[in-house]
């Protein structure tokens, strides 16, 4: 799978020197505006800026972003900018959507609004990417950051979402890990069931497009070490491609662990949309922020074809 840098180079490959177009929901911010400014440098994209048109001259003023590359819909409340930021997406003028200074939810309820919405009758959930210090291959997570807990049929799709972004990434085939804290199957740990049938279900060819293991550790998923160690048999082992959590609060502590602790950088992006949306935190850094928007970017295209 290609590393945040190949993501970047291939963005500009394959979109033929046409520059797809991001807008942001509240784009008054001095991270987000920074990422766009680094978007603007690496030459990769531009942006429709939705938020407090004032605020977000003055940050721009600050840090060096050159406004005149992007356009700015002078909106101040945050829930309409959102609601106008999605519409962009939907009416075609910007191929992603972004969300800024702005709380999650109320993010996630524009991308999810019957009337002015991004729906398209899929399970819509978040996939992240990380590139860790201490693994040999980029790996992509679901869910940090949207569904709370998911059912057996969420799994479903969140592996079809996750396989399709890992496919815009370079990954033909990803191995699939489905997470818990064992790899056997047991009653008191309800998430092994679903593993075991989500394995099954790819034998017989209900899950397609990649390869699936599970119940695993997270020692089992991503250490060759640990499985010669253990001597443990399986196609997905030490070197999944896509971690499937348990739950949302598994997926969470993952990803801010694995940021705050572990040194890894990261993208997000809601996945199942009509338009791929770049779900970061506010704490993520200007440059988490470019990461996730060229991914996204990336993304459209590859949905395009
Ligand atoms: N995909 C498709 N349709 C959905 C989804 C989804 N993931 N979620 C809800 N819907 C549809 C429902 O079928 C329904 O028709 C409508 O949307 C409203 O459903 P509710 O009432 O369950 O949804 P909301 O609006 O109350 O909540 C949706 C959220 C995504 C906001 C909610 O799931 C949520 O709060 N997720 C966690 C976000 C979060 O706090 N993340 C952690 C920090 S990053």
New binding site residues.
């Given amino acids: 799978m290609y590393s945040f840098e190949e993501i970047k180079k291939q963005l500009k490959i394959q979109s033929g020197g046409k520059k797809p177009v991001v807008s942001v929901a509240a784009a008054a911010d001095a991270d987000v505006l920074e990422a766009i400014k680094m978007m603007n440098d690496d030459g990769f994209g531009t942006a429709i800026l939705v938020g407090d048109a004032d605020k977000i001259a003055t940050i721009a003023d600050e840090i060096g972003c050159n406004l005149s590359e992007n356009t700015v819909v002078d909106i101040k409340d945050g829930t309409q900018a959102a609601q106008v930021a999605v519409a962009c997406a939907r009416e075609g003028q910007a191929d992603i959507v972004m969300k800024g200074l702005l709380h999650?939810?109320v993010y996630?309820?524009a991308i999810?609004n019957?009337e002015f919405g991004l729906?398209t009758g899929?399970?819509?959930?978040?996939v992240t990417a990380f590139e860790l210090p201490n693994y040999n291959r980029m790996a992509l997570a679901t869910d940090?950051?949207?569904?709370?807990t998911p059912t057996l049929e969420?799994k479903v799709q969140m592996i079809g979402n996750a396989t399709q972004l890992a496919n815009a990434m370079g990954c033909e085939r990803p191995k699939v890990s489905c997470l818990s804290a064992v790899e056997t199957v047991n009653s008191n740990m309800p998430d092994g069931f679903d593993a075991a049938v989500l394995c099954k279900m790819n034998d017989r060819g209900q899950i397609k497009g990649c390869v699936v293991d599970g119940p695993l550790s997270m020692d089992l998923s991503i250490s060759e070490m640990s499985v010669k160690h253990k001597g443990f048999q399986s196609p997905v082992a030490g070197q999944a491609d896509i971690l499937l959590m348990p739950n949302?609060q598994a997926g969470?502590i993952f990803w801010k662990t694995m940021t705050y602790l572990a040194g890894a950088r990261s993208a997000a992006v809601v996945m199942?949309a009509a338009k791929p949306a770049v779900?970061t935190?506010r704490s993520d850094s200007a440059e988490a922020k470019a990461n996730s928007i060229a991914m996204a970017m990336l993304l459209a295209l590859h949905q395009k074809d």
């Fill in positions: 999650t939810k996630l309820k999810l019957r729906r899929q399970l819509l959930n978040a940090c950051g949207m569904i709370i969420d949302l969470n199942g779900l935190s």
